[in-house]
């Protein structure tokens, strides 16, 4: 994580397309250069925010975006990891290496938050608690976050790096809400409307596609067009990431930076 916004720029001056993991820096200036260098030289980027990339997830936005289920009222993601905690014996690097990851809530919880405004839109402020077996707390290893978007929504995420494996989705509206769990083959996404008795099973399939973001990637450098997965649309849950973050160290909400375009030379 600490390397991508300098491979990033290194790439962009030679004109080269850029296929970048999460999260694209550790912070908001580095993400700033590499967004500025990659704009100055036109190149494709796509950001492999896997989540953007599976079919029920895409769903899940396509229902919320089309005013299916009314205002949105709220948003809420949960996902643990399935690796183990520092105590029970399990090193995972992002959390024994956080000087590199950025810690938990910035290498692995940015998924549920880039979820959330990806799903509904930007996020104003966020707050978050969390929990650790690492010595001195040098990284999270449980996540409990809470966010304000612009619009008035609230939303919620959870993540861990705890050994079971688990995920949930949420979004409430003011017409229909929808529930989704499970995974792979037993994947169950449910959509039920204010008033009705019966949910509707909505067919899902909490899986990437083949290639997932790189295939996609690929699809538009071949097709000379820009991703909307680019760059810089991940820098909103990077900036989020970090308030988090920083709620964590103060015990306080933090109001997330509002988004400037990057100026470059």
């Keep these: 994580s600490a390397a991508h916004a300098a491979q990033v720029e290194a790439a962009a001056g030679q004109g080269l397309a850029v296929f970048c993991e999460k999260p694209i820096a550790l912070t908001l200036e580095d993400a700033d250069r590499a967004i500025a260098a990659v704009e100055r030289a036109g190149v ?37 990891r399935g690796y183990g905690l520092y105590e029970a014996g399990a090193r995972h690097r992002a959390v024994t290496e956080a000087h590199e990851s950025g810690g938990w809530i910035v290498h692995h919880a940015c998924h549920d938050i880039d979820l959330l405004s990806w799903v509904h839109g930007p996020i104003a402020r966020a707050y978050a608690r969390t929990a650790t077996t ?9 996540v409990l976050g809470m966010v304000d978007f612009t619009d008035g929504a609230v939303g919620s995420i959870g993540d861990a790096v705890c050994r079971i494996r688990e995920h949930a989705t949420l979004v409430i509206g003011s017409r229909a809400s929808l529930a989704m769990s499970g995974e792979a083959g037993s994947t169950v996404l449910r959509l039920h409307r204010e008033g009705s008795e019966r949910p509707e099973i909505i067919p899902a399939r909490d899986e990437k596609r083949p290639g997932g973001g790189l295939d996609h990637f690929l699809e538009c450098v071949l097709d000379g067009r820009h991703s909307p997965d680019s760059l810089r649309s991940a820098r909103h849950s990077l900036a989020v990431a970090l308030a988090m973050r920083e709620s964590a160290r103060t ?8 988004e400037n375009p990057p100026a470059g030379p």
Excluded: Q
């Design 134 to 142: 690492v010595p001195d707390g040098a990284s999270e290893e449980v």
């Design 251 to 258: 015990g306080r909400p933090v109001d997330v930076p509002s």
């Design 44 to 80: 494709v980027t796509v950001v492999n925010y896997s989540l953007r990339f599976i079919e029920a997830y895409r769903t899940i936005r396509e229902l919320a975006r089309s005013g299916e289920l009314g205002r949105i009222l709220a948003v809420h993601h949960l996902r643990t």
